[in-house]
């Protein structure tokens, strides 16, 4: 076993959330380490391809995945820096008002212990940090007012355009969409040449993945990253009052030991609470912060319904990004489908680029064509082809939970257990928005328009160390610290209650840039 | 990522091959150029070889000559954390020769119990069309394996891959490829 020289604070996690964290506090004078399980990517590893793309996901969930739903653990996560925002979308919607009270406005899911307007000052610094394209003011018909994002929206192409005529058509709006890509060169990174490989890594740096954002200021600021060094246990001192330092297994396979004054697990939504778990001692027996019992529970995922068209004209499918030339929050009502049974808030996005292979690809479009109808609806797709997909929330249920399981990995740590399944408002959700979204695509006058029905899907990951107001009711505060250690803090989605629709990464930054500032703040109170 | 396994990731990656071994040193090709010199292959034996080639034909129009075999072969053969295929985004349990090898199994197993004896590969073309439409439905008497629709979709997806999700691939549908750092050859 090595022993490694104290430092100020240990992130577990080089990904997101982890990054803030670091940049906040390497900039506040911090001795900063990161420990990373995956590679520490540079730029130039992220080659523009579906079947490359795929490594820089892990190699097999370190998760048992069970349940009605199982979760689609790897697609969703990260390996390496950048973590899953390596490989994310770069969509950057916001929460809205209504997400922050629906268990006492509904009396169904949970509540924030904080609101919209709580957050709202750190979107708009995250969008300024980090470069956000979009048009604030037109998303105004839906939120509150903000500070205009730093950018102007992207262009659009024939892909994203078509749809427009189908919201009108119902009387739906589109505006924009939000995102965290350049549609202008931002603080000396290039704009985007719109060539549809976000999803793989985006090389240049027009999207705004952490490698070139708060990973790059923390590691400017001193902050260390070592990467594949996997987190086994956070240690506590003899009372349990404290986080002491981590242990961890380095490349070599040798198990190291990292002291901090404060410890953040960054590691997501799954690995977190595992982490936690793994650790009991007879002071914490439940596992770390966890009196509560509530570590490991409420999980939520997102689900998507996707629609197809087909038209006969060159829609330049191929052109874009993947995250959306447009976006709607004109479902967000969460009763928009009270008549079908269903609750939760729904989020559109429309005109992605396509990928014509891969899980998001043309091809699985049509799962059930194979043989020469596949390649003849591959033809007529290359360049008619448009997709609009509706997200949607589950409401948390204690019951979609990790645990640990019996087998153990290489380093002898418990696998983990994640146990998910949708209830039945959300299937009733996922059912009307397929409605709804071949509805809005026959309005375009597309001259095929199809439901993309498969196993419902389980997309990001939030909850499983919830935020709250109390010990009793929560894992954290609302801005990561845990209730119960008070230099042990959490990071990242897995403090969501509710998860609302939209895509995570832009709230997750804003919540961490929050969170890391008051750590900052109260450094002496807390790092004791 | 450290220097040494960029290097050879990059290497691999810039001239759209992989790692095959020919005459025991290694030489990077395409899938496609590995199965045209009759490159070895390192882990399937010849009767999975001769599945996976007649269920990546039945499954996409050329897969079998894009080298979906080899891709497959090399893919399972190599260390989990470096495997580009499908099957690792979709939870897979690592190694994933596992996986195929009991995907062939079921395939082989429920042809030979449907179609009086004749593995996969034996069957006429329509045969091999209806057995493959009720396997994605999960309709097969006799099927011993992984779930049949999962084994559908991964040897779809990996076929998909070897012709549709290539730089060839991309220029067969007249759409064009606009990479940022390019497996410049086929892919």
Redesign the interface.
Known sequence: MANNDKVDVVIVGAGASGSVFAAVLAKAGKKVVLLEAG????L?????????G??I?P???PFL?EGKNPY????QAGW?TGGAALHYFANFPRLLPNDFKVKSTYGKGLDWPIDYVDIAPFWDKVADDVGVSGDAKAEEIWRPAGKPYPMPPMRTFPGGDAWKKGFAALGMRLTPAAVGINSTTFKGRPAC?Y???CHVG???GALSNPLVTYLAEARQAGAEVR?YATVTRVLTNADGAKATAVEYYAANKQRQVQEASVVVLAAWSAQNPRIMLSSATDKHPNGLANSSGLVGKYLTAHFASGTSALFDEDLQ??MGTIAAQYFSYDLYDKNAHKDKGAFGSTFMVAGAAAR????G?V??AR??L???E??AF??RA??GYTRLNAFAEEMPVIENRIELASDKDEFGMPLGKITHGFNDEAVALFNANFDKGVEIAKATGAKEAWPNKGPMPTIHLMGGTIMGKTPGDSVTDSFGQTHEIGNLWIAGPGIFPTSGAPNPTYTILALSLRGAEQLAKNWSSVAG | ??EI??RA??KG?AIGALAFTVGGAEVMLTPRQARAQGVALRTLTADQAATLDAMGE?????AKDAGITHFVDQQISI????????A???????PFANFYRAAFGAIDGASTARYGGRNFAQLAGNEQ?EF??LM?QNKLDGWKGPAAGFV??LL??DA??VV???MD??AH???????????TRS?
């Not at chain 1, 130039?44 to 490359?52: P, V």
């Not at chain 2, 260390?79 to 499908?86: G, N, S, T, V």
Request: aromatic residues 14%; proline residues 11%.
């Open positions: 590679p520490d990517w540079q130039g590893d992220l080659i523009s391809s579906d079947i490359w795929r490594r996901k190699a097999g969930p995945l689609g653990y790897v697609y390496g040449i060539d549809g490989w985006c090389p240049i990467p499918p191929y014509y292979s891969a899980l690809g091809a699985n799962l059930d194979f043989g020469a596949l390649a591959m033809k290359a360049r | 990522m450290d396994e960029r990731f990059m990656a039945t499954l996409v129009p050329g260390p989990p954390q470096e495997a580009l295929l499908e690792r985004i979709m939870n897979v349990k690592p069309h493959v439409d994605r559908y979709f779809r997806s998909v891959d549709y999700g290539t691939g991309y549908l007249g759409v064009p490829y606009q990479p940022h750092i390019a497996p892919w």
